[in-house]
């Protein structure tokens, strides 16, 4: 705000008339600066700056949640179908009890049949998709870069973003590892 004084001097006088007044007045002007100053639009622009560094993190967090939370869900579907395939093979087969009518010869029994054990299924895209994430979620140096898996009749299609091709390497590796991958298509994108 800015104030200064301003003087004015009137002179009144009718044409013709020897009367002359003269007057003066002092008044003081007083101006206003309207707006916001440099240092309130800084403070501005930083809150909604550090408004949006925020919501982002919390829409992130809630994303990594529920991937953790999907991820969850099939780890136990995984296990509770594993389970389901092992319990009817742990069962007891009854035993076959031959009795032999007295009285005759005994014949010549044929021996009992075989059964095969029966082999075990084979494992789903869904089955080895979530032992691939599982393996790439133990390894310490890759569980904070997001990397998508996808599986499809035993190829495993990596995709994503890592620091360094150590690190894209190392996945590759990782997914071949898993029973079920024949083979591994590696997209991950290098951005250091």
Do not use: C, F, W
């Not at 949006?52 to 999907?70: R, S």
């Amino acid at each position: 705000m800015s104030e200064y004084q301003e003087k004015r001097t009137v002179v009144e006088g009718a044409p013709g008339s020897h009367r002359v007044v003269e007057s003066q007045y002092d008044s003081s002007v007083v101006h206003e600066r309207r707006g916001m100053s440099g240092t309130a639009v800084a403070a501005l622009i930083i809150a909604v700056i550090a408004a949006a560094v925020v919501i982002t993190m919390l829409i992130i967090n809630n994303q990594q949640k529920t991937n953790d939370e999907q991820l969850a869900e099939e780890r136990e579907r995984t296990a509770t179908a594993q389970q389901q395939q092992t319990q009817p093979q742990s069962q007891p087969q009854p035993p076959v009890i031959v009795t032999v009518p007295q009285g005759t010869q005994p014949s010549a029994a044929p021996p009992p049949a075989v059964q095969p054990a029966p082999s075990p299924a084979p494992r789903t895209s869904t089955e080895v998709e979530v032992d691939v994430n599982a393996r790439l979620l133990d390894d310490p140096d890759l569980r904070s870069h997001p990397i998508d898996v996808k599986v499809s009749g035993g190829t495993a299609t990596l995709s994503g973003t890592v620091p360094s091709s150590d690190l894209r390497i190392r996945a590759g590796r990782l997914a071949r590892s898993v029973k079920g991958v024949g083979s591994v298509i590696n997209n991950i994108v290098v951005q250091p």
